[in-house]
């Protein structure tokens, strides 16, 4: 089993949609949770991080954590096609990161 | 956040050659880590760089191939030695900001390809 699991995608959705992107961890021990955004040729951005069950709001994002069910997830609001991209999910135990191998959105105008 | 830079941004080298990449910060941080993203990939965990200590490598990765060194709080190198094609990849940086919750803030990464 992978540390972190992501779906690989690709994610396809129509402008103004919805994106949903989801990630599972298989360490409990697990204590803060992030998702980062990478362009093609670019190397990753710090979109949200989440430290808490529950979920968290930034802008069109919204992280969803279930430490319960070892879930993570982010919604992207009226998706745009800026938003066309790879997600990484990534979770930290005392400074040890590790990736999800990322899911590629692309959102269509 | 914190302002990242790395040196060279891309190179091409040939085959047993060695390359030093810098990674410079803005501010001090206590731990600066290097990734390997190769093509398609995700990230994978090279070593942990602390200052005044030697580096922490992860399975599969060695010292004498990667050696890394952090001179003080906001500068750090990894070399990648005896390059072959397979070392082909994007280099990263980033660093750990304490006050951020163990957030890690990337360079914009060195694209290598080995000849």
């Known amino acids: 089993q992978k540390e972190v699991e992501q779906n690989s995608g690709p994610l396809s959705v129509p402008e103004g949609a919805i994106a949903s992107l989801n990630c599972t961890y298989s360490d409990r021990g697990s204590q803060s949770f992030f998702w980062y955004r990478q362009y093609s040729g670019k190397s990753p951005e710090l979109i949200m991080s989440?430290?808490?069950?529950g979920d968290k709001e930034d802008g069109r994002f919204t992280a969803q954590l279930n430490k319960a069910s070892q879930y993570v997830s982010l919604l992207i609001r009226d998706s745009q096609p800026s938003d066309s991209a790879t997600y990484l999910c990534a979770v930290n135990k005392n400074n040890d990161m590790r990736f999800g191998a990322g899911t590629r959105l692309t959102v269509k105008p | 956040s914190a302002v990242i830079s790395q040196k060279p941004s891309r190179d091409i080298c040939q085959r047993g050659t060695s390359l030093t990449i810098q990674c410079q910060v803005d501010?001090?941080?206590?731990?600066m880590f290097w990734y390997r993203q190769q093509p398609g990939q995700s990230l994978t965990l090279i070593a942990t760089a602390n200052q005044g200590s030697e580096a922490t490598y992860e399975s599969g990765f060695v010292i004498d191939k990667f050696p890394i060194s952090r001179p003080n709080l906001t500068f750090s190198t990894l070399t990648v030695s005896n390059m072959s094609p397979e070392d082909s990849s994007i280099y990263l940086c980033s660093v750990d900001i304490q006050r951020d919750q163990e957030t890690q803030y990337f360079g914009p990464g060195t694209r290598l390809l080995v000849l």
């Open positions: 501010s001090q941080v206590t731990m």
């Open positions: 989440i430290y808490s069950n």
